[in-house]
């Protein structure tokens, strides 16, 4: 079935330092892909999409683009910011399949003044 | 805006209790998706809802059951509760072109059972 697949965390990063967290995924149909993030304590929160290859997701400085021949959507940002320490979740869904969303296991990011 | 919205935010029970999480979806969506998250664990996806159908099932233990009413707000009930049914529980909604908008989460039930 289809899967998610994210590099480890949990990740530590500088301030203003550059932040990758890779993201693979398997599908038999074209889904479309999600990054989530997550805040202690608190819920899901939308961070960017892209819904159909070479679309590029962004908001709030973070990018992601559904690369298609390599079956990934690498979240980056240029300066990270303490305030963007959280779980950052990548996930997919094909509405030919139902819709649902699978997940990655979470990367945890923890940005250091 | 209005959002998803879960209640109750926490919930207590003992082993072998019932309980009753109840989500309202966003005006206009017709899709609501209910999630387990385990701690430290990913969302998992428990069952779905379109129109007021079960449209979809994931890992959902017999012991569990939902519904979506004719208002589209929809409760996931759990009974014979076990500690490993400890968890965060989120419900999302959508609707059906997923181009313009996704989903949209709850601020999730975290259920403890003691």
């Known amino acids: 079935g289809d899967s998610v697949t994210q590099m480890e965390g949990p990740v530590t990063l500088s301030e203003e330092a550059f932040l990758t967290i890779n993201c693979t995924y398997t599908?038999?149909?074209?889904?479309?892909l999600f990054w989530y993030v997550q805040y202690p304590g608190e819920g899901l929160q939308l961070l960017l999409k892209?819904?159909?290859?070479?679309d590029k997701g962004s908001n709030k400085g973070f990018e992601a683009t559904y690369r298609k021949e390599t079956t990934s959507f690498h979240l980056e940002k240029g300066s990270v910011q303490v305030s963007d320490s959280a779980v950052y979740f990548c996930?997919?869904?094909?509405?030919?399949?139902?819709?649902?969303?699978?997940f990655g296991q979470g990367t945890e990011l923890s940005v250091k003044p | 805006a209005a959002g998803v919205i879960q209640s109750p935010r926490h919930l207590i029970k003992e082993k072998r209790e019932t309980a009753t999480l109840k989500c309202y979806p966003i005006?206009?969506?017709?899709?609501v998706y209910w999630y387990q998250q385990g701690p430290g664990q990913d969302p998992q996806f428990l069952i779905s809802f379109y129109e007021k159908m079960q449209s979809d099932k994931g890992s959902i233990p017999d012991r569990f059951s939902a519904q979506q009413f004719s208002d589209y707000h929809s409760e996931l009930n759990m009974s014979s509760l076990e500690l490993g049914d400890s968890a965060l529980y989120f419900c999302a909604s959508s609707p059906l072109n997923l181009d313009n908008y996704g989903y949209t989460f709850g601020s999730g039930t975290r259920l403890t059972v003691v």
């Open positions: 996930a997919l869904s094909d509405r030919n399949q139902g819709g649902k969303l699978i």
């Open positions: 892209a819904t159909k290859a070479d």
């Open positions: 005006p206009r969506h017709d899709t």
């Open positions: 599908a038999t149909g074209y889904p479309s």
